[in-house]
């Protein structure tokens, strides 16, 4: 098979990881880590749709030829697009770590029966104790 079919298959098969590790973790984690997760996952796109992963995978030859010829000629429409997307990405995983952290609240578990109704009135409780009514202090003796 060809390569590029494998790096194709690698970046987003990352990409996906990412995302699901992230739709699991979505409850306990905050969302601060969540911001930084989704970042992370568009940098594999992001280099895919670039044209840059052949350039990571030979890292510094290609990517000084790739930056050369970059400014020589206008940039494709498809790379620019993966440039959008993987600076994307870096701002997320850059901005994730301005947002406040604020640990989650654990929500009350909910019961399976249903909840009492308050609405209907009873009959009236009496105590012995209240059974006994005021005196009178309207007479003078």
């Known amino acids: 098979m060809d390569v590029n079919f494998w790096i194709l ?3 987003i098969g990352v990409s996906l990881i990412i995302l699901i590790g992230v739709a ?6 905050t969302v601060r880590a969540l911001v930084w997760w989704v970042g992370l996952a568009c940098v594999p796109i992001g280099l895919l ?5 052949p350039y990571v995978i030979d890292a510094w030859n290609r990517l000084a030829e790739w930056f050369q010829l970059a400014t020589v000629s206008p940039i494709p429409p498809g790379i ?7 600076g994307v990405g870096i ?23 249903p909840p009492k109704s308050t609405a209907t009135r009873g009959r009236p409780i009496y105590d012995s104790t209240s059974q006994s009514t005021p005196s009178d202090t309207t007479t003078t003796p």
């Not at 699991?24 to 984690?29: E, G, H, L, M, V």
């Open 9 to 11: 298959a690698a970046c």
């Open 24 to 29: 699991i973790a979505a409850r306990r984690a």
């Open 49 to 53: 749709l670039g044209g840059a992963v």
């Open 80 to 86: 620019t697009a993966g440039l959008v997307v993987l």
């Open 91 to 113: 701002v997320l995983m850059l901005a994730s770590r301005l947002i406040p952290f604020r640990p989650r609240k654990k929500l009350p578990p909910k019961s399976k029966t």
